[in-house]
């Protein structure tokens, strides 16, 4: 009598999808399926749901993430949609990073939380997962360790918070934040307007409602063609986003189903969208860092010089704080990025797969024709002539510089002045307010330390705070230098990312104040006005010693994490091989 085999013995034909994926190590693969499906039934699932492809969906849901506060809704849809393309959802948490909430800062987490990422994706069977990410670091971790992982993956982001109003005045995080403590500061509002004001400016749950970094990485994550179409622009409240969500969800199947996996999905090509998007739209700096770290993934490095290039023939686009004027609300109302990519057509590389299985041109074709509105700016009337962001080089930053030049005050753009320094983030806050301080307007304000190893994580201290004496007598820009980086919510002529930081030995560590230093725009050029000879006997006589720790999370950090020119991500993270430069 031929025996019945049992649904528990290994079967070739299916061992590496569903509830066969990645089986547990007991030496025994019949009893580690055996074990697998007997633990899983206990929660009630059937055969039937169990045979089914399974989507994961990485929960970022946390009480300390009010930028994430719609998850337990999106998850819902996410899992009616995976059901209703016959699919089996299978929730999962992961860290929850938000702006506000992490100390020292976000971006020491970053990292922390793509490894958390990948190695959940690696290790619980799943044949496609979706990522629900917003908040400003999390949707680049989740990006970067799905690009590790391999598999099917498809970005949901969260959505921008809705707007509020102050004593008649539109009023969104964070550039109004920023805008509002700076009068503080200035002594033009009193304490009770700044309660006041405080109570309205995150007016729901949701991420930052102007291109801030959230915003920014939302329309990246569509660029590199990781979302559903529309998927960056509808606001977290809304029944857009939830019906993006469940959208979103029955993609996940049907990636499952055809193995789209993430590879095909992030090419140069997707690359190169990406980066013409980000200066288009005004975007955050730390978009570049990012999309540096997740091209690190796939083999490839950001061509910084062709970027600069890309910068001057792509015009920022995009009429948002704080650039422009509007909000995310504004950018959806107008037709989202449909309405930007349509307008830069003739620019992007329509040929690039997105996760629909079908490409960014064809996408395009089947948005159909825009509408008056008067968000997304046409090429012939931009909102700034050129990108964003412009790449800097000198002998101040060997390795390069940014600054945003769309957000910066055009008659600082060509600059030379004495450097202010402050020696890291403590020196600058005991001294920034001091009456005492021996700073004029046309100064240069410079701070050390507080690049990828010196503060540790890249802290957004690069926005310098204007010195309360100058803030008082009306100065409202100057010229700021860091190693460090700087929200994408703010604004002025700040010069970002110098490489090499000045805690591994960079030319930044030896400026001195009274020294004499140059910014040039026009030129990206930022140089410090002293010989090379000097230079090198200020290093020969105080050299810089690298930061160290004893244990944890902080020793790893400080020993792997890289520069801002390889996205400051892990080296033993990024791909063992770099296999081309995006764009080609």
Same mark, same amino acid.
């Given at each position: 009598m031929?025996?019945e085999k049992?649904?528990?013995?290994?079967d070739e034909?299916a061992?590496s999808?569903g509830?066969?994926?990645?089986?547990?190590?007991y030496?025994?693969?019949?009893f580690?399926?055996?074990?697998?499906k007997?633990?899983?039934? #206990?929660?009630?699932?059937?055969?039937s749901a169990?045979?089914?492809?399974v989507v994961?969906i990485a929960?970022?849901?946390s009480a300390y993430?009010?930028c994430h506060?719609?998850?337990?809704?999106l998850?819902?849809?996410v899992k009616r949609g995976?059901m209703?393309?016959g699919?089996l959802?299978m929730?999962f948490?992961t860290?929850s990073v938000?702006?506000s909430?992490?100390?020292?800062?976000?971006m020491?987490?970053r990292?922390?939380m793509?490894m958390?990422?990948?190695?959940?994706?690696?290790?619980?069977?799943?044949?496609a997962?979706?990522?629900?990410?917003?908040?400003?670091k999390t949707v680049?971790?989740?990006l970067?360790?799905?690009a590790?992982? #391999?598999i099917p993956?498809?970005?949901l982001?969260t959505?921008?918070m809705?707007?509020?109003s102050h004593?008649?005045?539109r009023?969104?995080?964070?550039?109004d934040?920023?805008r509002?403590?700076?009068k503080?500061?200035a002594g033009e509002?009193?304490?009770?307007e700044?309660v006041?004001?405080?109570?309205?400016?995150?007016?729901?749950?949701?991420?930052?409602?102007?291109m801030g970094t959230?915003?920014?990485m939302?329309?990246?994550?569509?660029?590199?063609?990781m979302?559903?179409?529309?998927?960056?622009s509808p606001p977290a409240v809304?029944?857009?986003r939830?019906?993006?969500a469940?959208?979103? /969800?029955a993609?996940?199947?049907h990636?499952?189903?055809?193995?789209?996996?993430?590879?095909?999905?992030?090419?140069?090509?997707?690359?190169?969208?990406a980066m013409?998007v980000?200066l288009?739209?005004?975007?955050?700096t730390?978009?570049i860092v990012?999309l540096?770290?997740?091209?690190?993934r796939?083999?490839?490095?950001?061509?910084?010089?062709a970027?600069?290039?890309m910068g001057r023939?792509?015009?920022v686009?995009?009429?948002?704080?704080?650039?422009?004027q509007?909000?995310?609300?504004?950018f959806?109302?107008?037709?989202g990025?449909?309405?930007?990519?349509?307008?830069l057509?003739?620019?992007?590389?329509?040929?690039?797969l997105?996760?629909?299985?079908r490409?960014?041109?064809?996408?395009?074709?089947?948005?159909?024709?825009g509408?008056?509105q008067?968000?997304?700016?046409?090429?012939g009337?931009?909102i700034?002539?050129?990108? #964003?962001?412009?790449?800097?080089?000198?002998n101040?930053a060997?390795g390069?510089?940014i600054?945003?030049q769309?957000a910066?005050?055009?008659r600082?753009m060509?600059?030379?002045g004495?450097a202010? &320094?402050?020696?890291?983030?403590?020196?600058l806050?005991?001294?920034?307010d001091s009456d005492d301080?021996d700073?004029a307007a046309?100064?240069?304000? &410079?701070?050390k330390?507080?690049?990828?190893k010196g503060?540790?994580g890249?802290?957004e201290a690069?926005?310098?705070?204007?010195?309360r004496?100058?803030a008082?007598?009306?100065v409202k820009?100057?010229?700021?230098?860091s190693? /460090?980086?700087m929200s994408?919510t703010?604004?002025g002529t700040?010069?970002l990312?110098v490489?090499?930081?000045?805690a591994v030995?960079g030319?930044?560590a030896?400026?001195?104040t009274?020294?004499r230093?140059?910014?040039? &725009?026009?030129?990206?050029d930022?140089?410090?006005?002293?010989?090379d000879?000097?230079l090198?006997s200020r290093?020969?006589?105080?050299p &810089?010693?690298?930061p160290?720790?004893e244990?944890g999370?902080?020793k790893?950090?400080l020993?792997?994490?890289?520069?801002?020119?390889?996205?400051?991500?892990f080296d033993f993270?990024?791909a063992p091989?770099?296999?081309g430069k995006?764009?080609?």
């Amino acid at each position: 009598m031929k025996q019945e085999k049992s649904p528990f013995e290994p079967d070739e034909t299916a061992s590496s999808t569903g509830m066969r994926k990645g089986l547990t190590s007991y030496g025994d693969q019949g009893f580690s399926l055996f074990l697998r499906k007997a633990f899983i039934k #206990g929660a009630g699932f059937t055969d039937s749901a169990l045979d089914r492809p399974v989507v994961g969906i990485a929960n970022t849901g946390s009480a300390y993430n009010p930028c994430h506060g719609n998850a337990p809704q999106l998850i819902e849809a996410v899992k009616r949609g995976v059901m209703l393309a016959g699919g089996l959802p299978m929730d999962f948490p992961t860290i929850s990073v938000h702006e506000s909430f992490a100390a020292p800062t976000s971006m020491y987490l970053r990292n922390l939380m793509a490894m958390d990422t990948e190695e959940m994706v690696r290790a619980q069977p799943m044949d496609a997962v979706v990522l629900i990410g917003g908040c400003d670091k999390t949707v680049p971790a989740q990006l970067m360790g799905a690009a590790s992982a #391999g598999i099917p993956a498809i970005q949901l982001i969260t959505g921008s918070m809705l707007t509020g109003s102050h004593r008649g005045e539109r009023v969104g995080a964070c550039t109004d934040c920023r805008r509002y403590w700076g009068k503080y500061r200035a002594g033009e509002i009193d304490v009770q307007e700044s309660v006041d004001v405080n109570n309205q400016l995150v007016a729901s749950v949701g991420t930052c409602s102007v291109m801030g970094t959230a915003s920014t990485m939302a329309c990246i994550a569509e660029a590199l063609g990781m979302t559903v179409p529309g998927g960056a622009s509808p606001p977290a409240v809304t029944a857009d986003r939830i019906r993006i969500a469940e959208q979103t /969800g029955a993609q996940a199947v049907h990636m499952a189903r055809a193995g789209l996996s993430i590879d095909r999905i992030l090419t140069p090509e997707a690359f190169e969208n990406a980066m013409r998007v980000l200066l288009a739209i005004g975007g955050s700096t730390n978009g570049i860092v990012h999309l540096t770290a997740i091209a690190g993934r796939m083999g490839l490095e950001i061509d910084m010089a062709a970027l600069d290039r890309m910068g001057r023939e792509t015009p920022v686009l995009l009429d948002l704080k704080p650039s422009g004027q509007h909000y995310m609300e504004d950018f959806h109302a107008a037709g989202g990025m449909a309405t930007l990519l349509r307008e830069l057509k003739p620019l992007l590389r329509l040929d690039a797969l997105t996760v629909t299985g079908r490409t960014l041109g064809e996408e395009l074709e089947r948005a159909g024709p825009g509408f008056p509105q008067d968000v997304v700016r046409p090429m012939g009337n931009p909102i700034y002539p050129q990108g #964003g962001i412009a790449v800097l080089k000198g002998n101040l930053a060997p390795g390069g510089a940014i600054i945003k030049q769309s957000a910066a005050d055009p008659r600082l753009m060509e600059h030379e002045g004495r450097a202010v &320094v402050f020696e890291g983030i403590e020196d600058l806050v005991n001294r920034i307010d001091s009456d005492d301080l021996d700073v004029a307007a046309e100064d240069i304000l &410079v701070l050390k330390n507080i690049g990828p190893k010196g503060a540790p994580g890249m802290p957004e201290a690069g926005y310098i705070p204007i010195p309360r004496k100058l803030a008082r007598a009306g100065v409202k820009d100057m010229v700021r230098i860091s190693d /460090g980086r700087m929200s994408g919510t703010a604004f002025g002529t700040i010069v970002l990312h110098v490489t090499p930081e000045s805690a591994v030995g960079g030319p930044l560590a030896y400026v001195r104040t009274g020294d004499r230093v140059r910014l040039s &725009v026009k030129n990206r050029d930022i140089s410090l006005l002293i010989s090379d000879e000097e230079l090198a006997s200020r290093a020969r006589q105080a050299p &810089v010693q690298e930061p160290t720790a004893e244990r944890g999370y902080r020793k790893l950090f400080l020993q792997s994490v890289t520069q801002a020119d390889q996205g400051v991500d892990f080296d033993f993270l990024r791909a063992p091989r770099m296999v081309g430069k995006t764009p080609r």
